[in-house]
T-cell receptor, first 112, second 117 residues
């Protein structure tokens, strides 16, 4: 158990819908990262937050957005869902940007 | 942009034998970190080993060791005395050490390791 929690574990929804994935970092970790793992794209970085501020952006679609709240938990919002958005979404956290990243168990999103 | 390539989609090894997984990367940076992550069927991402580019000595963690060749941009993982629990997907990953580069991990496509009893 890495100490990073993600909810829900599984999510099944329909095309066109909007979902929110939640991540609670390890106690004391200020930086949160979101990654997407899909069959087509492999594992790719989406976005990073540090202490509430966006720090880096990867291949994140405009339909996706994220934020980190004052209590340091983070949410990833996915809207206008398409079949291709079906993937495993990981959250990782680290105590500071250049420190080790610890991964949560992931949220499996299925878009039907 | 950095890229990471794992040229072996699948590998198999006999229990108790040794196996080496390959990884190459492309970067123009001189300071960076390299990692091997294990993803078992549970899908959890588990850090196996890390290597700082400025260190010439190869990292080791128990049965896991790396062969880091900076000039060749090669970073292979050797698993000794393979165990059934080593069966998993293994991902090679790169992370810049530059402050302004973000701290994201760039992953290779993965190698599925099967361990035969």
């Amino acid at each position: 158990d890495s100490g990073v929690t993600q909810t829900p574990k599984h999510l099944i929804t329909a095309t066109g819908q909007r979902v929110t994935l939640r991540c609670s970092p390890r106690s004391g970790d200020l930086s949160v990262y979101w990654y997407q793992q899909s069959l087509d794209q492999g594992l790719q970085f989406l976005i990073q937050y540090y202490n509430g501020e966006e720090r880096a952006k990867g291949n994140i679609l405009e339909r996706f957005s994220a934020q980190q709240f004052p209590d340091l938990h983070s949410e990833l919002n996915l809207s206008s869902l398409e079949l291709g958005d079906s993937a495993l979404y990981f959250c990782a956290s680290s105590v500071r940007p250049r420190a080790e990243q610890f991964f949560g168990p992931g949220t499996r999103l299925t878009v039907l | 942009a950095q890229t990471v390539t794992q040229s072996q989609p699948e590998m198999s090894v006999q229990e108790a034998e040794t196996v080496t997984l390959s990884c190459t990367y492309d970067t123009s940076e001189s300071d960076y970190y390299l990692f091997w992550y294990k993803q078992p069927p549970s899908r959890q991402m588990i850090l196996v080993i890390r290597q700082e580019a400025y260190k010439q000595q190869n990292a080791t963690e128990n049965r896991f060791s790396v062969n880091f060749q900076k000039a060749a941009k090669s970073f292979s993982l050797k698993i000794s005395d393979s165990q059934l629990g080593d069966a998993a997907m293994y991902f090679c990953a790169y992370r810049s050490a530059q402050d302004n580069a973000g701290n994201m991990l760039t992953f290779g496509g993965g190698t599925r390791l099967m361990v035969k009893p």
